[in-house]
């Protein structure tokens, strides 16, 4: 088995092989990777969508033969874009998707995908092309998470860490972002101010070291969507961001950058 794709809700994708070992980031239903590597049980991937790697437990892969996945990698793929739904299987049996979700092999006049020969239709809401208002449709997508469980890894409604965030509301834009912070700094055109900035242009933040730790989506005016506990709103300037419930500073503004077009 070299190719695999998502045919569940989530996996988890884990550090070491092992299901005590940390998770550091999460497949989402009809995402594909490459398979290099068993072992006991579990293989190692590495993401199609951002070449991140780890281990995920071999009973959770749907196999592709190598056709099947170069025939995803060259067709259109659309994204869910309702924060859950479900997908009928048979007459029995649904399969609940989340936002961010891939439905590959994409049939627009269909509204169909597919997985191997297994065909789905998506009742739900989907970007397939990128939508006019691109920064108000970002910011719609952002508000659906208010409030989602913070989870180092997670990039579900369910829980979900700043940089899964980010990247997560730009997939459903359609712009590929890295899994990490420290990874998206490098995208994009520097901001000089914060007055500068637009809604769904990115701030990063760093610790004393001068580490990126910290990412979130900049809405109106001085106000910052992000997850740190829960995904949530607060103020912030050109000193970094400032909670609105403990009335203090939380992050330390490192910049700002312009990734949309």
Request: net charge neutral; with cysteine.
């Amino acid at each position: 088995m070299n190719y695999g794709i998502s045919g569940l809700s989530i996996i988890p994708v884990r550090k070491e092989p092992s299901e005590r070992s940390e998770m550091i980031t999460q497949i989402l239903f009809g995402e594909h990777f490459y398979v290099h590597e068993l072992f006991m049980g579990w293989c190692r991937v590495v993401l199609a969508y951002d070449g991140y790697e780890g281990w995920v437990d071999q009973k959770m892969i749907t196999p592709l033969v190598e056709r099947t996945f170069l025939k995803i990698e060259k067709s259109p793929v659309a994204v869910c874009t309702d924060i859950f739904n479900l997908i009928p299987i048979d007459d029995e049996q649904n399969m609940m998707i989340v936002a961010g979700s891939s439905l590959p092999c994409w049939r627009p006049y269909k509204h169909e995908f597919s997985i191997n020969r297994d065909v789905y239709r998506m009742t739900g809401k989907y970007a397939y092309n990128q939508p006019d208002e691109l920064r108000k449709s970002m910011i719609q997508h952002a508000l659906m998470y208010f409030n989602a469980p913070y989870l180092w890894g997670g990039r579900s409604p369910f829980g979900i860490d700043c940089s899964g965030f980010s990247q997560i509301i730009y997939k459903m834009a359609g712009i590929k972002l890295p899994r990490d912070a420290k990874d998206q700094v490098h995208h994009g055109v520097a901001l000089s101010f914060v007055d500068e900035a637009q809604p769904g242009d990115l701030a990063f933040f760093d610790n004393d070291e001068g580490n990126i730790v910290h990412v979130g989506i900049m809405w109106e005016k001085n106000k910052i969507i992000h997850a740190s506990g829960k995904v949530r709103i607060d103020n912030v300037d050109q000193f970094g961001i400032f909670n609105v419930d403990t009335k203090r500073y939380s992050h330390k503004m490192r910049v700002m950058k312009r990734i949309l077009p």
